[in-house]
């Protein structure tokens, strides 16, 4: 502890990383500011019931809420958060793999690569567009928005500006401060609703209901689940890479031995999102069930009672939702993030195309034949190595609904599931840039040994 606090000391006492690490805070305070900048013709009272337990959104809203730092329960500038640009960047990272002419595109280096993050900045606003629509007029059919066309539009309007004002404050984080900015952005929108969990969780302990042991179980699994996903991070395969000794002139190449390094966590959180998004589909739409303008279809023109409506929709809900007294939902759920952790890694992970980069730097994995061996030496290593990652992301994926029933506390979110995930990744993902810099000045980092 004393020489990660010394390497912390020695990095606010550089200048250019003080002032890096000041940027950053800056940035976040200007994000927090605008997240609390409400948009006109909301009912607060009717939108934190939607928010609430049982209410429409269920757990799919919470998880888009975290990402907006609150924003969307607060329906204010930044109500769409970061999200359109993470779907924006999903669907170009699938369309790169699926359309040979962006895949040549991306190989061509960094100008390749800006002309794929505009085209992505410019999917992003339509999206947001589309985003900003559909939420206010979901917001209406349920009764809590009451705005007028002139307000709709310019709702829209200052929405979709907000996300591509998150988009700026990003670009120059990357730019200016320290770490990956769109990932710094989602950090500090969901540890912005720490100080309100913390502030419920001591109310509810003044008031008798949860106990001193109540609170350290909660903090023994929160501090055991950082530092399982510390771990599952961190963890690698690395795979002996031995490069053949070439002589140009006078000088000889190569003879080297080095590592290719496989994540056991190659699809990050991603996996995790499209789980959720599928298995909260059927409660979203029994939620939009109980919207006035659906119940009047289904009683007047399909002629059902409003009983039948209840049940079915009660019935949707209870088989489909996540939690610790639904043991087949949670299971679907589970078995999702494994399929999708596997789909997503191997979209994204291409092993011939590193057995071809390998045999073209004449680099040889030893004991394995070169070309379409080392192919299915990658592949057979990676489908291993990833259920190991597929089910600790499942775990994760899962802890979120049981903590509650494990600690008796249920005012604390942050235990478990994809916030926790994304907070400990990015901040180690800092904290490796912060290492860095002080390893280019020759001081010990964070992570030294």
Not at 192 to 207: F, N, Y
Not at 370 to 381: F, S
Request: with cysteine; charged share 10%; glycine share 10%.
């Amino acid at each position: 502890m004393k020489e990660r606090l010394a390497a912390l000391g020695q990095a606010l006492r550089l200048p250019d990383v003080r002032r890096r690490i000041v940027y950053v805070f800056m940035m976040f305070a200007v994000y927090v500011g605008c997240a609390h900048v409400p948009l006109p013709g909301i009912s607060h009272a009717g939108l934190a019931h939607l928010f609430g337990q049982g209410g429409t959104f269920g757990s799919l809203g919470d998880l888009l809420n975290a990402f907006s730092g609150g924003s969307l329960r607060r329906f204010s500038v930044l109500a769409l958060g970061i999200m359109p640009y993470i779907n924006a960047s999903i669907i170009f990272q699938l369309l790169v793999m699926a359309i040979p002419s962006l895949e040549a595109l991306q190989k061509e280096g960094e100008w390749g690569q800006r002309k794929i993050q505009k085209w992505t900045k410019y999917l992003t606003m339509a999206l947001a567009v589309l985003q900003a629509a559909g939420m206010i007029t979901l917001f209406r059919q349920a009764g809590v928005y009451t705005g007028t066309p002139a307000q709709t539009l310019f709702n829209i309007l200052m929405m979709t500006a907000g996300t591509a004002f998150l988009m700026f404050i990003g670009d120059k984080i990357t730019e200016k401060g320290i770490g990956q900015g769109v990932s710094l952005i989602i950090f500090a929108g969901i540890m912005t609703s720490m100080p309100t969990d913390l502030a419920k969780t001591a109310q509810v302990w003044k008031s008798g209901t949860i106990t001193i042991a109540n609170l350290l179980l909660l903090a023994a699994l929160f501090v055991g689940t950082i530092y399982v996903i510390v771990l599952f991070q961190q963890a690698q395969r690395k795979i002996p890479v031995q490069y053949a000794k070439r002589i140009r002139g006078n000088r000889t190449y190569g003879g080297t031995t080095s590592y290719l390094p496989l994540r056991v966590n190659q699809a990050g959180v991603i996996p995790i999102i499209f789980a959720i998004a599928v298995a909260m589909f059927p409660a979203t739409i029994a939620g939009m069930f109980q919207l006035q303008g659906m119940q009047n279809f289904l009683t007047n023109v399909l002629r059902l009672s409003p009983e039948t409506v209840g049940s079915a929709v009660n019935a949707l809900r209870e088989w489909t939702m996540p939690g610790s007294t639904n043991h087949f939902a949670s299971l679907f759920y589970f078995v999702l993030v494994i399929v999708f952790t596997y789909f997503y890694t191997a979209v994204t992970f291409n092993p011939e195309q590193i057995a071809e980069n390998l045999q073209k730097q004449g680099g040889t994995i030893p004991g394995v034949r070169p070309g379409a061996k080392t192919r299915d030496y990658l592949d057979r290593i990676l489908y291993r190595i990833t259920l190991a990652g597929a089910l600790f992301l499942g775990v994760i994926a899962l802890l979120q609904y049981y903590v509650g029933d494990i600690t008796g506390v249920h005012t604390f979110t942050l235990v478990g599931g994809t916030s926790l995930l994304i907070v400990v990744g990015v901040a180690l993902d800092t904290m490796q840039q912060i290492e860095a810099q002080l390893l280019m000045r020759h001081y010990r980092g964070f992570l030294s040994a």
